[in-house]
Nanobody, 123 residues
Framework: QVQLVESGGGLVQAGESLRLSCAASGSFFSINTMSWYRQAPGKQRELVAAISSGGSTSYADSVKGRSTISRDNAKNTVYLVLNSLKPEDTAVYYC?????????????????WGQGTQVTVSS
C-alpha cells in the first residue's frame, strides 16, 4: 500500500506563488505517474499537471506557463509550483500517484489519492 502526505497549501494573495508537496511512502515496486488534480466548489475534479516516471510533464491549459511539476524519485515526492496565482485557482488540490506492486511475479498497478490541501487565492 501507498500513503500520501500533502503539504504546502494555504491562503495567498493574487499574483503570489505556492509550492505543493506530496510524499509517498509504503510498500511498492515502483511509482509511475504522479499527478496533481484540483476541485473547486461546485466543480468537477480536474487534472492540473502530471509527470511520468521518466520526467515527461503535461499541464492543463489553465496553468500552463505559470506552473511547474517536478519529482524527486529518491524521496518519492512530487512538487507543484504555482506562480501568478489567480482567484480562480482556489480549490482543494489532490495528489494522485500510480504505483506498481509485485503480486507474486504479477505486476499490478494501482492509484492512490492524497487527502487534499486547500489553496485559497484572494484578490
Amino acid at each position: 500500500q501507498v500513503q500520501l502526505v500533502e503539504s504546502g497549501g494555504g491562503l495567498v494573495q493574487a499574483g503570489e506563488s505556492l509550492r505543493l508537496s506530496c510524499a509517498a511512502s509504503g510498500s511498492f515496486f515502483s511509482i509511475n505517474t504522479m499527478s496533481w488534480y484540483r476541485q473547486a466548489p461546485g466543480k468537477q475534479r480536474e487534472l492540473v499537471a502530471a509527470i511520468s516516471s521518466g520526467g515527461s510533464t503535461s499541464y492543463a491549459d489553465s496553468v500552463k506557463g505559470r506552473s511547474t511539476i517536478s519529482r524527486d524519485n529518491a524521496k518519492n515526492t512530487v512538487y507543484l509550483v504555482l506562480n501568478s496565482l489567480k482567484p480562480e485557482d482556489t480549490a482543494v488540490y489532490y495528489c494522485n500517484v500510480n504505483w506498481k506492486t509485485d503480486k507474486g511475479g504479477v505486476y499490478v498497478t494501482t492509484q492512490t489519492w492524497g487527502q487534499g490541501t486547500q489553496v485559497t487565492v484572494s484578490s
